[in-house]
């Protein structure tokens, strides 16, 4: 049974940073397509970044040059730098993989999730 653990949410001023991570079990990351997605309340769950194959990796645009999507293989762990954070990141952001390497945009395209972390940014 696959389980995504993501932590590394909090309150944080704009203009700060925050690093999530996802850890996995019951499935290699680096050979699935693995993504950040988040959700403000109102709001559909939305793309943030993902990863697929040889790392190739996809941004909202968003959050193109502020956030940074990895994985450690040998961690079993997804990552997501977030830098300059603006009060409309606000959300709560969730980890998600796919059985397949290649990664998509939509959240129909992942088969699993984790149980989500929020993040805050204050003005």
């Known amino acids: 049974q696959v389980q995504l653990v993501e932590s590394g949410g909090g309150l944080v001023q704009a203009g700060g940073s925050l690093r999530l991570s996802c850890t996995s079990s019951?499935?290699?990351?680096?050979?699935?397509?693995m993504a950040w997605f988040r959700q403000a309340p109102g709001n559909r769950r939305e793309l943030v970044a993902a990863?697929?194959?040889?790392?190739?990796?996809t941004y909202a645009d968003s959050v193109k040059g502020r956030f940074t999507i990895s994985r450690d293989a040998a961690k079993n762990t997804l990552y997501l730098q977030m830098n300059m954070l603006k009060f409309e990141d606000t959300a709560v952001y969730y980890c998600?993989?796919?059985?397949?390497?290649?990664?998509?945009?939509?959240?129909?395209?992942?088969?699993?999730w984790g149980q989500g972390t929020q993040v805050t940014v204050g003005t």
């Open positions: 019951g499935r290699t990351i680096g050979n699935s397509a």
């Open positions: 990863i697929g194959r040889a790392d190739f990796a």
């Open positions: 998600a993989g796919r059985r397949g390497i290649y990664s998509g945009v939509r959240p129909d395209d992942y088969d699993y």
